[in-house]
């Protein structure tokens, strides 16, 4: 089961890039994690029916080199990054892409080819 919380405030950080949040739980007590990253939904799906999130590893059956997703604040879009050349997520669209995991529970993906 989920726990709710009410949100204090919100304000970016210095580089514009990363957002902190301070928040309580709804029965008052405070959260046992400190840090909660914020990651935004691409608006796509892989090949199972499973959102892309920023953050999400992803792996495409013609290429087997695992990318991380990552928004682009300089160009304002989702991208791909991994070994060899990061592209736009969108140029992944209509091939096999899968979500294989994200750099949160599977780091050590983006290690292996």
């Known amino acids: 089961m989920s726990e709710s919380f009410d949100l204090m405030d919100f304000a970016y950080d210095q580089d514009g890039e990363h957002g902190n949040f301070n928040f309580s739980l709804s029965d008052g007590r405070a959260p046992k994690e400190t840090f909660y990253p914020l990651m935004q939904f691409t608006g796509l799906i892989d090949k199972n029916g499973k959102e892309i999130w920023e953050g999400d590893i992803t ?12 928004y682009d604040n300089q160009s304002a879009m989702f991208r791909t990054k991994g070994k060899g050349m990061p592209s736009p997520l969108v140029s992944w669209v209509g091939l096999d892409i899968e979500v294989v995991g994200d750099i949160y529970s599977n780091p050590e993906l983006l290690d292996k080819p």
């Open 59 to 70: 792996r495409v059956s013609s290429h087997n080199n695992p990318m991380e997703t990552v």
